[in-house]
Nanobody, 124 residues
Framework: QVQLVESGGGLVQAGASLRLSCAAS????????MGWFRQAPGKEREFIAA?????????YYGDSVKGRFTISRDNAKNTVDLQMNSLKPEDTALYYC????????????????WGQGTQVTVSS
């Protein structure tokens, strides 16, 4: 069982930056691929970013955030972060962290473990 706890959300103005963090309880954190997703009110959940397991750090991003968001992991601290730059009002959503042993499951949005989410609100 893996527990995920997100933090770092808040209210910011358009153009600002925000850094989300997800702390995982997994004893073998490095064996999990990690990802970030978001869901805005009335919309479907959207894939944001994924990072492969291990220390290599290969990443993959959704088209809507490519070039603005960066996912990273610290296996020593059992954390995965999402650096969000140049935020737009359309980035407003509840942001979720997720974990799975396979990278593919993250990318196709079927990870085994989900966090509870942290709210990000971007004002215009």
């Amino acid at each position: 069982q893996v527990q995920l706890v997100e933090s770092g959300g808040g209210l910011v103005q358009a153009g600002a930056s925000l850094r989300l963090s997800c702390a995982a309880s997994a004893r073998t954190f490095s064996s999990y691929a990690m990802g970030w997703f978001r869901q805005a009110p009335g919309k479907e959940r959207e894939f944001i970013a994924a990072i492969k397991r291990g220390g290599g750090g290969s990443t993959y991003y959704g088209d809507s955030v490519k070039g603005r968001f960066t996912i990273s992991r610290d296996n020593a601290k059992n954390t995965v972060d999402l650096q969000m730059n140049s935020l737009k009002p359309e980035d407003t959503a509840l942001y979720y962290c997720a974990a799975d042993h396979t990278f593919h499951s993250i990318v196709v949005m079927t990870p085994q473990y989900w966090g509870q989410g942290t709210q990000v609100t971007v004002s215009s």
